[in-house]
């Protein structure tokens, strides 16, 4: 199983919007609505911000959203801040009844 | 709230079986729409799933492609954990190890994470 496909880094200033894409195939991204996404910041675990394409957990800000249309996922991030700069990954099952990760994306806040 | 805590060495020889337990806190390892998983982050292959243990009247497990041959993740239910035998290690198996508690195919818990060293 390959991994997804996400841009290595992106970058915008504070207050700005950005998006991150995950591309995966009609085996994953574009067979299920289970695709997450996650944050990670240097030295730490990983934190759940989306879940079923586009739910937020408890506690994680309405600034994080999620959509998916055909293979592609995309994480949009509004109103950017410092906070925001991590490592972003995306997730999806198969159809082999097993899970696969996006590559990782660098945010860079400027 | 769950809580998931890690246990095992840090260091293991080439050729041998690596070994680590999760503990689970604030949940039940035979709770039906739980997945308690087992996953690795290394700098070369970023994050990467490698199997599951589940209970849905009988226990199942799933294994990523990668380590299929070497994996087992089993189920203790009188200590309330979990555990990952990886065998036949070899230094690319070097990484950070995580578990964590899947629902609906998201991780909203994880361990601490063990760094795990395959050197001789």
């Known amino acids: 199983q390959s991994a997804l496909t996400q841009p290595a880094s992106v970058s915008g200033s504070p207050g700005q919007s950005i998006t991150i894409s995950c591309t995966g195939t009609?085996?994953?991204?574009?067979?299920?609505?289970?695709v997450s996404w996650y944050q990670q910041h240097p030295g730490k675990v990983p934190k759940l911000m989306i879940y079923e394409v586009s739910n937020r957990p408890s506690g994680v800000s309405n600034r994080f959203s999620g959509s998916k249309s055909g293979n592609t996922a995309s994480l949009t991030i509004s109103g950017l801040q410092a906070e925001d700069e991590a490592d972003y990954y995306c997730?999806?099952?198969?159809?082999?009844?097993?899970?696969?990760f996006g590559g990782g994306t660098k945010l860079t806040v400027l | 709230q769950v809580q998931l805590q890690q246990s095992g060495p840090g260091l293991v020889k080439p050729s041998q079986t690596l070994s680590l337990t999760c503990t689970i806190s604030g949940d039940s390892v035979s709770s039906n729409s739980v997945a308690w998983t087992w996953i690795r982050q290394s700098p070369s292959r970023g994050l990467e799933w490698l199997g599951r243990?589940?209970?849905?009247?009988?226990?199942?497990?799933d294994y990523a492609v990668s380590v299929k041959s070497r994996i087992i993740i089993n189920p203790d239910t009188s200590k309330n954990q979990f555990s990952l035998q990886l065998n036949s290690v070899t230094p690319e198996d070097t990484a950070v190890y995580y578990c964590?508690?899947?629902?609906?195919?998201?991780?909203?818990?994880w361990g601490q994470g063990t760094l795990v060293t395959v050197s001789s």
């Open positions: 243990t589940y209970y849905k009247s009988r226990w199942y497990n």
């Open positions: 009609s085996s994953d991204v574009g067979a299920y609505n289970y």
């Open positions: 997730s999806s099952c198969t159809s082999s009844s097993t899970l696969v």
């Open positions: 964590a508690r899947a629902t609906v195919n998201a991780f909203a818990f």
